[in-house]
C-alpha cells in the first residue's frame, strides 16, 4: 500500500514538474490529487494497518496480551518520507505557477463580471432619479390657470368720528361698566348667597361684568352659579343682587 503511494506520488511531483504552460484548471486538478495523496500517506503513518498478530492480542485478556508484549522484542516503526530532492523542484515549480496565477485569475474576475448580475445597477438608477428630481415639473391646478382674478370691489368710506365720539368718557360711564356694590351688600352676598367664599363671589361678578346684557347674566347665574349654592330662603339677598346687577347694564 505504502510503497504504491509513494509511485503514484513521485508520478504527479514528475508530472507537475513537466508542465511547462498549462491552464489553472489543470495545475488545480493535479495539485489537488497530490494533496490527496499525501494526506492518505500521512494518515497511513499517524495509523499504520494492524497485521494479524495484533488482532489476535486484541482478542486476548489484558494478562495474555502484557505476557505477549513482554515475549515480543520491539522493532522499529519505518518511517515512509519521500525524497527530499523531488519535493524541493516540486515546490519551486508551484511557487513559479503560483506567481503566474494573478493573470490566470483576472480572466476569471472578468468572466465572472460579465456573467453575474451587476449590483450597481439599481444605485445608479437612483442617482439618476435623484439628479433628475428637481428637474421635475411642478404640479400646478388647472382651475387656477383659467379662473380669471376677481375684480376688487369699492370699498365704502370708513365713517369719520364726530366731536361727541371722541368726547373723553366721565367718570359716571367708567363706573357703569362695573357692578356698584357696596361694602355692606358685598359682606352679606358673600355670606348668604356664596357661603362665606369671597373668592366665588368675585369670580362669579368679574364674570358678569364681561357680558353683554342682562339676560345673559341672569342666565349664567340661573344655570351656572345658582346649582352650586342653596339659595332657598335667601330671596331677599338675591332680589337684592340682582336689582344691582341690572342697574349695570341700564
Same mark, same amino acid.
Given at each position: ?15 507537475? @514538474? ?5 491552464? @489553472? ?11 490527496? @495523496? ?33 515475549? =515480543? ?26 506567481? =503566474? ?10 468572466? %465572472?463580471?460579465? %456573467? ?17 428630481? =428637481? ?18 370691489? /369699492?370699498?365704502? /368710506?370708513?365713517?369719520?368720528?364726530? /366731536? ?73 339677598? @338675591? ?12
Amino acid at each position: 500500500m505504502e510503497k504504491k503511494l509513494h509511485e503514484q506520488l513521485k508520478d504527479l511531483a514528475n508530472e507537475i @514538474l513537466a508542465m511547462n504552460e498549462t491552464s @489553472l484548471v489543470d495545475l488545480h486538478q493535479k495539485t489537488r490529487a497530490l494533496y490527496e @495523496l499525501l494526506t492518505i500517506q500521512l494518515h497511513l503513518e499517524k495509523n499504520p494497518p494492524k497485521n494479524k498478530e495484533e488482532e489476535t492480542i486484541e482478542a486476548t485478556d489484558s494478562k495474555t496480551y502484557d505476557k505477549f508484549i513482554e515475549d =515480543q522484542d520491539p522493532q522499529p516503526v519505518e518511517q515512509s518520507t519521500y525524497e527530499e530532492n523531488l519535493a524541493e523542484p516540486l515546490i519551486e515549480k508551484i511557487k513559479d505557477i503560483v506567481a =503566474q496565477m494573478p493573470s490566470e485569475t483576472q480572466k476569471i474576475d472578468e468572466l %465572472l463580471e460579465e %456573467l453575474l448580475p451587476s449590483k450597481s445597477k439599481p444605485l445608479s438608477e437612483l442617482e439618476d432619479f435623484a439628479s433628475n428630481y =428637481q428637474q421635475t415639473p411642478v404640479f400646478e391646478r388647472k382651475d387656477s390657470q383659467k379662473t380669471p382674478p376677481k375684480p376688487v370691489e /369699492p370699498t365704502a /368710506p370708513e365713517p369719520k368720528e364726530t /366731536p361727541e365720539q371722541n368726547k373723553p368718557k366721565s367718570l359716571n360711564d367708567k363706573l357703569n361698566k362695573n357692578i356698584q356694590i357696596g361694602l355692606n351688600d358685598r359682606l352679606a352676598f358673600t355670606k348668604h348667597l356664596f357661603e362665606g367664599n369671597s373668592d366665588e363671589y368675585h369670580r362669579v361678578i368679574s364674570q358678569i361684568t364681561t357680558m353683554n346684557n342682562y339676560q345673559e347674566a341672569t342666565r349664567f347665574i340661573d344655570t351656572m352659579v345658582k346649582p352650586d349654592y342653596n339659595w332657598e330662603g335667601k330671596e331677599q339677598h @338675591l332680589d337684592r343682587f340682582l336689582l344691582l346687577i341690572e342697574k349695570k347694564f341700564n
